[in-house]
């Protein structure tokens, strides 16, 4: 099932002829299409070492060229620090008749792609998880600062897309209890500097293996933006105590945890009524972070009192 009005569709056939083309050498290797692995991407394995990626909305073949090579760049970074494997870039594939953009191969990672409610009690995973955060926010600058409007900068750029999400939630969520919130949260002021963060840290790019994190994925985006983005892994996968443990490993302080719960809330309210009859799971990672932030009773507090 396509996930955008713009989708452009790519089917297993179309990927083995594009191998055929372009990478004889993978033509014995079988192709498999991963459902529902990727919102942006439609995926497919080839083999038991690789996978595709081809980006699902369209652009211009040119612009999806330079968005694949800066993914490169950022692909081999983030691998080079990780504490726990992360893709990295094989090669570019061309367009074609068969398939209008570029398109790239990326090594893959064996395990158990986590869920919402997988392992969230688990105080471990929570440390190992802090452990990879502080890897990104470890990494030099280099000179790089955010430069976007979204998830990243400042809350209040988000008005526009939060009124919209309220608007096409109106019957599937608490609105008005929800957009209380976001008018706490959107005027959280923000303290740190940008660091390098991953930059959407959901379940769905996190792999497991024996309930221990064996790897992260969807590392193309790895950026500078404000640190606390990373945060919102604490609200998409952990309950109260695993939370407590993972922002103890990190020293977190109560605003810039507060902007992590903002930035997971903004997430989650467009994942709800966006993927709700496209991609059910990520529909309900967003009602389950939602129902996190919701019952946090210190959360709750401190936005009362700020």
Known sequence: ????????????????????????????????ELH?????????????????????????????AEELEREALSISELAGLSPVPAPTPIAIGRPSRHYPFPW?????LPGDVARSQMSADSCELAREIAELVHAFRSAPLKGRRFTGTGRGGTLSDSDTWMETCFFESANLLDVPRLRALWADFRTLPREQPDAMTHGDLIPANIVLRDNHLAGVLDTGNFSAAD??????????????DARNVFREA????????????AWAFQQAMGLVWYYESSNPTMAQLGRSTLTRICADAELSRALATA
Request: aromatic share 10%; net charge negative.
């Open 1 to 32: 099932m396509t996930m955008h009005p713009d989708e452009i569709e790519v089917s297993v056939p179309t990927v083995e002829q594009l191998i055929l083309d372009q990478f004889p050498e993978w033509t014995n290797e079988t192709v498999e």
């Open 36 to 64: 529902g692995a990727g919102t942006e991407n439609t995926i497919f394995r080839i083999g038991a070492t690789r996978a595709a990626r081809f980006p699902r909305r369209a652009s211009s073949a040119a612009d999806v």
């Open 104 to 108: 790239s191969v990326q090594s893959w």
């Open 227 to 240: 640190p606390s983005l990373d945060l919102i892994v604490a609200w998409h996968f952990f309950d109260v």
């Open 250 to 261: 990190l020293s977190i302080d109560e605003l810039e945890w507060q902007r992590g719960a």
